[in-house]
């Protein structure tokens, strides 16, 4: 499975940059996400909890950031087990500069699932890509919102 797109942020690319790398930020806008501990420099794991369509279940996960071009791009490596199934993604992401308020974040992704997540069907598990992305991203600018708020 894999995917792409883009966002309109409503912050400057250092803001975005910012926010991307802490993982308070990361942990509020991951869904389900009930623990995320940075247990080595730009490595985390994560306790998660999805309950998405027929992708439901916890899952522990390991999230590691590499190819770190600061403040412009990265690629984030994502494993994860639970009950229902695995997975393991490479997601890119990369910031551009609109202007001192607004930055385009750049995303895509390949995906591989396992067990019995993967038997669900690849139409159905796109559309909990999606559901996912979103998400995220809802929450994600909420988190801008946060830290642009306290300045």
Not at 83 to 89: D, F, L, N
Request: charged share 30%; glycine share 8%; hydrophobic share 40%.
């Amino acid at each position: 499975m894999e995917g792409k797109g883009k966002i309109s942020l409503p912050a400057s690319v250092e803001q975005s940059w910012d926010v991307l790398m802490d993982p308070e930020a990361l942990k509020n806008s991951i869904m389900g996400c009930k623990k995320l501990d940075v247990v080595a420099e730009n490595k985390y794991e994560a306790d998660i909890s999805m309950g998405v369509a027929a992708v439901k279940g916890d899952y522990f996960s390991t999230i590691e950031l590499t190819n770190i071009q600061k403040p412009e791009s990265y690629r984030m490596i994502i494993k994860g087990d639970g009950a229902s199934g695995s997975i393991e993604a490479i997601a890119d992401v990369s910031l551009e500069a609109v202007d001192e308020t607004k930055t385009i974040l750049h995303y895509s992704y390949e995906a591989e699932v396992g067990g019995k997540v993967a038997m669900v069907g690849q139409r159905m598990l796109g559309g909990v890509a999606k559901l996912v992305i979103k998400d995220f991203f809802k929450k994600f600018e909420k988190e801008l919102k946060k830290v642009e708020s306290s300045r």
